[in-house]
């Protein structure tokens, strides 16, 4: 996978306007800054990008577009103004259909095979909130850029799940061991400005512009590195957390199939999903 990703590492014709790359998936954008050669990725699925079937498949073509479009980088952003990601669709792990289940976790794994193994750099302006799964996206990235006044964090414990090994790892990739094994036991959100102080996130900015523009800035400090060398530098890094994913993915599936059906999982997360809708009606 990673060799034909390689072959796409010839710099692209730098024009000087922005095109939209794609519009046939409904719940991402690809958004290509000719000036810069910058693909913008952007999640929107109201009212906070859940992360369902669908939009997880979206978000795994727009990659494999900016993939195969010779961009220099891709920014992760969202199209709500507050929310960057809530994470998991919990309405796809309650009660769920036996076969789309299925589809549904192989999609995240897709999507996170992707991401943290693309070949291109990656940032995320995380334009809003980012718990569990948003916050994968997140981590997954290279480089960081959060607004004022959100929380970003792995909060599975306080739901009564377990973040999967992969999670574990990407988070880890981030933050130091200690500090790591503490906040995914605590299920601990940071805001903006403790995410900062623990190396979480990377820098803050102001609006969801200046976030994209600090984003771009990061990858173009790239501009002057051998890409080849530069994604062969990347992929060595991550190849132990991919290989791991990628040689054990049908277990990883089955293992969650298998929790997720626990009676006391499914009771935990009726009761978070009605705690939710109790916030939404005070
Ligand atoms: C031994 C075991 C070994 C290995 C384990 C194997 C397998 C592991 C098994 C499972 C692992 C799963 C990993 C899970 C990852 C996840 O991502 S779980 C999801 C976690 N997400 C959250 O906890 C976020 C919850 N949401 C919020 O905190 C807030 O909604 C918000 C801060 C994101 C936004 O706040 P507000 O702007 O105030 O918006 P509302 O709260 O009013 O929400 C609007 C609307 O959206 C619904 N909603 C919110 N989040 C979700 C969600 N994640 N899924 C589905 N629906 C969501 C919310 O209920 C409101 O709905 P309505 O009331 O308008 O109908």
Redesign the pocket.
């Known amino acids: 996978m990673m060799r034909s990703k390689l072959m796409n590492l010839v710099p692209r014709a730098v024009a000087t306007t922005s095109r939209q790359m794609s519009t046939a998936t409904k719940l991402t954008t690809v958004q290509v800054d000719d000036k810069t050669g910058i693909a913008t990725l952007t999640m929107n699925r109201p009212?906070?990008n859940?992360?369902n079937l669908e939009l997880l498949r979206d978000i795994h073509q727009s990659i494999e577009e900016i993939e195969g479009n010779k961009s220099r980088g891709l920014i992760l952003t969202s199209s709500n103004p507050?929310?960057f990601s809530?994470?998991?669709?919990?309405?796809e792990?309650y009660k769920p259909d036996k076969e789309r289940i299925r589809a549904f976790w192989t999609a995240l794994q897709d999507v996170w095979l992707a991401l943290y193994g693309s070949s291109v750099p990656t940032a995320a302006a995380i334009n809003g909130?980012s718990?569990?799964?948003?916050c994968l996206l997140a981590t997954s990235c290279e480089y960081r850029v959060m607004l004022p006044k959100y929380t970003i964090g792995l909060?599975?414990t306080k739901?009564g799940?377990?973040?999967?090994k992969w999670?574990m790892s990407t988070f880890e990739s981030v933050l130091p061991r200690r500090l790591a094994e503490r906040a995914l036991n605590q299920g601990r959100m940071f805001t903006t400005e403790e995410a900062l102080a623990v190396g979480l996130v990377d820098e803050v900015a102001n609006s969801k512009e200046e976030a994209i523009a600090k984003c771009a800035q990061f990858i173009g400090t790239f501009a002057k590195v051998n890409p080849l060398a530069r994604a062969l530098t990347k992929q060595q890094l991550r190849a132990e957390e991919l290989k791991q994913l990628e040689d054990e993915r049908v277990q990883d599936l089955e293992?969650?199939i298998f929790?997720?059906n626990q009676p006391a999982v499914q009771k935990g997360l009726g009761i978070y999903?009605e705690s939710?809708?109790k916030?939404?009606t005070k």
């Open positions: 009212p906070v859940g992360l507050t929310i809530a994470g998991l669709d919990i309405f792990m909130h718990p569990a799964g948003g909060n599975e739901l799940i377990v973040a999967p999670f293992k969650f929790f997720v999903l939710l809708k916030k939404a």
